[in-house]
């Protein structure tokens, strides 16, 4: 990101990039509590965070070939 940014920019850039990185990992945080609270068992939660972490490895080659 950082790359076509201007560097009177960097410092902003970096701020939202982690913004995001802290909502995503604030978000799975609070959907795991939630599913364990419904009664998921530790096994099922990890195997869909493991289903999640797989697709999103895909979607970015697929993202990355792409546009970038």
């Given at each position: 990101?950082?790359?076509?940014?201007?560097?009177?920019?960097?410092?902003?850039?970096?701020?939202?990039?982690?913004?995001?990185?802290?909502?995503?990992?604030?978000?799975?945080?609070?959907l795991m509590g939630?599913?364990?609270?419904?009664?998921?068992?530790?096994?099922?939660?990890?195997?869909?965070?493991?289903?999640?972490?797989?697709?999103?490895a895909f979607y970015?080659?697929?993202?990355?070939?792409?546009?970038?």
């Amino acid at each position: 990101i950082q790359k076509n940014a201007d560097k009177e920019y960097h410092g902003r850039v970096i701020a939202y990039t982690d913004m995001i990185y802290l909502s995503f990992s604030a978000i799975i945080s609070m959907l795991m509590g939630f599913l364990f609270e419904i009664g998921l068992s530790l096994e099922l939660i990890t195997g869909l965070l493991g289903m999640i972490f797989i697709f999103a490895a895909f979607y970015w080659k697929w993202f990355y070939k792409k546009y970038l």
